[in-house]
């Protein structure tokens, strides 16, 4: 019997890699707006070289499949080439046949061929089964954020606008900056940050009017933005998908966030999820329901690379999830 062939998902297998994954990972999409949503993540000007989608086949019929991210991580600040993994799927009537894990070995050795030193992924399964196969979970921990109380009625005087493609090298330069004091961290390019708030502009636009809303501000100073946040508001409740701040105590991000909240009365008691590094504390926030993340970040080395954790941390946004 012939070896399954590994190959990237175009056409027929595309769509019935869609019609399979669907109706679990729709986010509220119908059958068509899931496709278009994901086709539309590919075709985006960092999607079209860093985003598909590979299938483990025996003639027409997917045996598995896997969407493949080409990414970069920062590990004690070096550059290192690392393959993403996401939505992992074997069909219900191929399951327990080893399909996934074939797919994930003959994935990992392609990648390997190409020079990557690391693979990643985020299981919302039980991580024992990726453990099996050599990933080793990374601490990232999600947060509960909520507003303290103000000494005075009214909005921070802080000006905020809406972010737009002109702020994209600044955010890339707050990234960068905040990024080098931890170990492990994603490299966040200009054309990826765009991908990123794309796909949540995105999702929204695919779904039901109303269903989900994305609001991307900026606060600059002499012309350069120097603070940003980006927040989803939705069936997943609120969520501060990414942020970032030149200030190192996140003064300006807690202080935007308050002017979001003083719109209206009912904002100020709003929580928002979201990944944030221990050492990030706005003093306009406070913390509650700390805890792992959801989305198990688990890490495996691939030829000399080590899936090893560095001891000043790890640095992950909750909007890079995939």
Same mark, same amino acid.
């Given at each position: ?27 509220? +999409? ?23 989608? +590979?299938? +483990? ?62 693979? +990643?992924? /985020? ?93 991307? /501000? ?61 050492? /990030? ?42």
């Amino acid at each position: 019997m012939s070896r399954p062939a590994l190959v990237t998902a175009t056409d027929d297998i595309l769509s019935q890699i869609y019609d399979q994954t669907w109706a679990i990972w729709s986010d509220g +999409l119908d059958r068509g707006s899931y496709e278009r949503y994901n086709r539309a993540q590919m075709a985006t000007t960092w999607g079209k070289t860093h985003l598909d989608r +590979l299938a +483990l086949v025996e003639g027409d019929t997917v045996l598995a499949s896997a969407k493949r991210y080409r990414l970069t991580l920062q590990v004690d600040g070096e550059d290192m080439p690392c393959l993403g993994i996401g939505a992992v799927f074997t069909p219900p009537d191929r399951r327990g046949q080893g399909h996934a894990a074939s797919l994930i070995e003959r994935m990992i050795e392609q990648a390997a061929g190409e020079g990557a030193g690391m693979a +990643l992924l /985020f299981s919302e399964i039980d991580p024992a089964f990726y453990a099996r196969l050599g990933f080793e979970p990374i601490p990232i921990g999600e947060a509960t954020l909520a507003l303290r109380p103000q000494s005075r009625e009214g909005a921070p005087a802080v000006l905020m606008r809406g972010g737009d493609d002109r702020d994209i090298d600044n955010i890339a330069s707050m990234h960068a900056a905040r990024a080098a004091r931890y170990g492990l961290s994603l490299a966040r390019a200009p054309e990826y940050i765009r991908h990123a708030i794309s796909k949540r502009r995105l999702l929204a636009a695919f779904g039901a009017p109303g269903l989900r809303h994305v609001e991307y /501000f900026i606060t600059e100073e002499g012309g350069n933005a120097v603070a940003y946040i980006v927040v989803t508001r939705g069936p997943e409740g609120h969520v501060l998908e990414e942020w970032g701040d030149r200030d190192p105590t996140g003064a300006r991000v807690g202080a935007m966030l308050q002017v979001l909240a003083a719109r209206t009365p009912t904002e100020a008691a709003v929580k928002l999820r979201t990944w944030l590094p221990p050492d /990030f504390a706005p003093p306009q926030l406070e913390r509650i329901d700390e805890k792992p993340a959801a989305e198990v970040g688990m890490l495996r080395g691939i030829g000399r690379g080590t899936p090893r954790v560095p001891a000043s941390g790890v640095f992950y946004l909750k909007a890079d999830a995939f």
